[in-house]
């Protein structure tokens, strides 16, 4: 494989686990909040980061590479954080709504990151940037319903 399919995979299986870290905190958020508006939009970002994480493992493949099948060490220790912090506060949406925030943030730049790269072209590209519109839209969805709870 030549150093810029290479750097191409490591950024996707980069993705991907940004991908899969989203898909398992909004599960757990999902599983953790009683309000049930709340439980479904965790529920549709989860399916949502689970969808791009098959997109993109797929495109790994298509570069003769073996995508990333987890998450990261640092996106398991965020979990932990929200466990933690779910449990001290009691489920409270508006703690868990920070982290959820604080985890779209780190999305958002990991995805701006992988659209700078000049080996991201053409379908791939295109993928990207539907990807991207669709992590920025959860995070503004996150923080524009944090605000809401914020002023409860």
């Known amino acids: 494989m030549s150093t810029t399919i290479d ?5 996707l299986n980069e993705l991907i686990e940004t991908c899969k870290d989203g898909e398992e ?3 757990l958020a999902a599983e953790t909040v009683k309000n049930a508006d709340l439980k479904k939009m965790f529920s549709n970002l989860s399916m949502q980061r689970r969808q ?4 993109l493992q797929d495109m790994v493949r298509a570069l003769d590479a073996a995508p990333e099948q987890s998450g990261t060490t640092a996106g398991a220790m965020h979990r932990g ?3 933690l912090r779910a449990a001290l506060t009691h489920g409270e949406e508006k703690a868990i709504l920070t982290e959820c925030e604080r985890g779209e943030e780190a999305a958002v730049a990991q ?7 000049e080996g991201i072209a053409g379908e791939l590209r295109e993928m990207l940037e539907l990807q991207a519109m669709g992590v920025k839209g959860a995070y503004e969805q996150v923080c524009e ?3 809401h709870f914020g002023g409860q």
């Open 52 to 55: 791009f994480a098959g997109e």
């Open 81 to 83: 954080w929200m466990r």
């Open 25 to 27: 905190g909004y599960r």
């Open 145 to 147: 319903v944090c605000r």
């Open 7 to 11: 750097a191409v995979a490591t950024r």
């Open 111 to 117: 995805y701006q990151a992988a659209l700078h790269d």
